[in-house]
């Protein structure tokens, strides 16, 4: 290890590469921890027939994930000013592996909690991290563009971890594939450890502050009470809740028993999915920044996004591959969400934007916390007890009932955006 460590690559300051190889390390976590993030999904059936529990209670191990996940957010970028990404990003690693392993391996309802805090630990400084090194490892006029293409990247592990990875599940069962998922993250944390560094000492630094003038007392105060903010956390939210609890969670289920498919199938559609928040992102954002609008969209997509959602809930008659066009559709608009960033700076005073992106943050993902288990809770609310082989079987009406939730929040978005007072956005 010694002899490897001591490679000259490690140590060579201006290494013509090193920088893209730092970079794609961070990409490569923020991937991997989506792909933690979705992974509960293609788990449901197992984990109700061997833990003995219903819906409600696996919507509530899923989002153990997105509770620390979510209280992370806001002490996460003071975290990364003064340690660095260095070491938050090797410690997110090696507590996502544990999770995993941890997970895999459980036997008691509590220890996949402990497993899914682990994992939402780690990932809460995935965004942050990549985003910290395109900062201080390329120049300004690169950020935009590599922060764009490292979020793209990173939702294709939404993708793998939705279809494929149903295969691995099926062929191997769900305790060994998660288990390899976890050892995978031990790995990415050596290896974060032995490359990347902060910065580099020839490279110009964008925007780094001091710990000391942070005052996040103060700006936190200020930013809240910008009610447009709220106004603008609301959008987020309501745009992402889909993401997180649909396409995260009970859209598997769901496609497997109102379109008559298999696990596999219905795991391709929420890949369909998420291929479509990837292409919509940059397509939308780039349209936005021409247009100098935001509130436009915002009402344009939640329209959109409540129609086609409501076709796929209530009227699954159509085949899968149609589902399909359905699911890209709703991923594509859905990806509006990504401009309620923009909004949360646009909103705040400069010197606030880290605090105001955090609290958006925050928001959304307290939100997702909650979403999960209370959609899970009213799919059993409407069960008859119905059961096969010990696991609860849920009807489609039992599904539309609970789903019913996704339109209702994409049209508050709409709605929620007519009375967002924008400023222009740069153009």
Not at 241 to 262: M, R
Not at 355 to 378: C, D, E, H, K, R
Request: hydrophobic residues 50%; contains cysteine.
């Amino acid at each position: 290890m010694k002899k490897f460590y001591n490679n000259k690559f490690f140590h060579m300051k201006n290494h013509p590469y090193r920088k893209w190889i730092i970079w794609s390390l961070a990409v490569f976590f923020y991937f991997y921890e989506y792909f933690l993030r979705v992974s509960p999904s293609l788990m449901v059936d197992n984990l109700m027939k061997d833990f003995h529990i219903n819906a409600a209670m696996v919507g509530i191990i899923s989002a153990f994930y997105f509770y620390i996940y979510a209280l992370m957010q806001l002490p996460v970028g003071l975290m990364m000013d003064r340690y660095g990404s260095r070491r938050l990003l090797t410690f997110g690693a090696l507590a996502c592996g544990i999770g995993g392993i941890l997970f895999g391996i459980a036997f008691k309802i509590y220890l996949l909690d402990i497993a899914r805090l682990l994992q939402g630990a780690g990932s809460a400084f995935a965004f942050v991290g990549m985003v910290y090194i395109c900062s201080h490892w390329f120049e300004a006029s690169r950020l935009a563009f590599l922060v764009g293409l490292g979020n793209s990247v990173g939702m294709l592990g939404a993708v793998i971890g939705e279809g494929p990875i149903s295969f691995a599940v099926s062929g191997f069962g769900w305790r060994p594939t998660i288990i390899v998922i976890g050892i995978v993250g031990l790995a990415l944390a050596v290896l974060i450890f032995l490359v990347v560094r902060n910065e580099p000492p020839h490279v110009e630094k964008h925007g780094r502050t001091s710990i000391k003038n942070l005052h996040i007392g103060n700006h936190l105060k200020l930013v809240c009470s910008n009610w447009k903010t709220w106004v603008n956390a609301i959008i987020g939210l309501s745009f992402l809740i889909t993401t997180i609890a649909f396409a995260g969670l009970w859209g598997v289920p769901f496609l497997e028993t109102a379109y008559h498919t298999t696990k596999e199938v219905a795991s391709f559609g929420i890949s369909v999915f998420f291929i479509g928040w990837i292409i919509g992102g940059p397509l939308i954002g780039h349209y936005s920044d021409r247009i100098g609008k935001r509130r436009p969209i915002f009402i344009f997509c939640g329209i959109a996004t409540c129609l086609l959602m409501s076709i796929l809930i209530y009227y699954p008659y159509f085949s899968i591959y149609i589902a399909y066009l359905v699911l890209f559709g709703i991923g594509f608009f859905s990806s509006a969400q990504n401009l309620s960033y923009c909004v949360a700076i646009e909103l705040n005073p400069i010197q606030t934007k880290g605090t105001a992106i955090s609290l958006t943050n925050f928001v959304i993902y307290t939100g997702g916390a909650i979403i999960q288990p209370v959609v899970g809770a009213m799919i059993v609310a409407k069960w008859a007890g119905k059961t096969l082989n010990g696991i609860p079987v849920y009807s489609i009406s039992d599904y539309q009932f609970a789903l019913t939730c996704f339109p209702i929040f994409f049209l508050i978005a709409a709605i929620a955006a007519i009375f967002l007072k924008e400023k222009a956005a740069a153009t």
